[in-house]
């Protein structure tokens, strides 16, 4: 099991346009959280996805949306890019549904909006 | 609102000597206390949680609900133990999400 992935590993973009982000999870998780760490910054949460729906979020604009696939698979998209957007984004799964679960992440993707 | 607060932003230690990173918590219910480390260009992973009571690579940390607090110990520090550490905090009230604390930076000098 490769555990949790993320693709691109990095992204350079300019400000106005949008980004997708992909994530899947580690083999029998279900759920997938995303989070966005600035530059010395714990991460902080953005939203979850669990049963293909939103479950809870984070803070952010709606220029933040996501999805996720009946394969558990999810991604984040955000438009209209600013650069306060620049940021690793870290996607995390876990399994056992409405259990507090212990989240395993992924290596992350940097955006770079310039 | 919850919050994590991890006060040291650097902690330096000598090989050999013990090392304390501190986390204090606020949050209304039960919490679920972790903490997280990520090593250089390695992703983040979770050290240790709360509810499992174990000791991992000889870290240990107590959850003490009176000072809402979450601190993490470790008799003594090797230089593999160099690395970000992170504080987080979940919970039924909490819907699952993760709160994190800003991070301490560990050093061990040889």
């Known amino acids: 099991d490769a555990g949790v992935t993320q693709s691109p590993t990095h992204l350079i973009k300019t400000r106005g346009q949008q980004v997708t982000l992909r994530c899947s999870p580690k083999?029998?998780?279900?759920?997938v959280s995303w989070y966005q760490q600035a530059l010395g910054q714990g991460p902080q949460f953005i939203f979850q996805?669990?049963?293909?729906?939103?479950?809870q979020r984070g803070n952010f604009p709606d220029r933040f949306s996501g999805h996720q696939f009946p394969n558990y698979s999810s991604e984040l998209n955000v438009n209209a890019l600013l650069l306060g957007d620049s940021a690793l984004y870290l996607c995390?799964?876990?399994?056992?549904?409405?259990?507090?679960?212990?989240?395993?992440f992924g290596p992350g993707t940097r955006l770079l909006v310039l | 609102a919850q919050r994590v607060t991890q006060p040291e932003k650097l902690l330096s230690v000598f090989k050999g000597a013990p090392v304390e990173l501190k986390c204090n918590y606020s949050?209304?219910?039960?919490?679920?206390l972790f903490w997280y480390v990520q090593y250089s260009r390695q992703r983040l992973q979770l050290l240790l949680r709360?509810?499992s009571r174990e000791s991992i690579k000889g870290f240990t940390a107590d959850l003490n609900k009176g000072e809402t607090s979450f601190h993490l110990k470790k008799p003594f520090a090797q230089e593999e133990d160099s690395a970000m550490y992170y504080c987080?905090?979940?919970?039924?009230?909490?819907?699952?999400?993760?709160?994190f604390g800003g991070g301490t930076r560990v050093l061990v000098k040889p």
């Open positions: 949050y209304s219910g039960s919490p679920e």
């Open positions: 995390a799964s876990s399994g056992g549904g409405r259990a507090i679960e212990t989240q395993y």
């Open positions: 709360h509810i």
């Open positions: 996805y669990y049963e293909e729906e939103e479950r």
């Open positions: 083999s029998g998780h279900d759920t």
């Open positions: 987080a905090l979940s919970g039924w009230a909490a819907g699952n999400k993760l709160t």
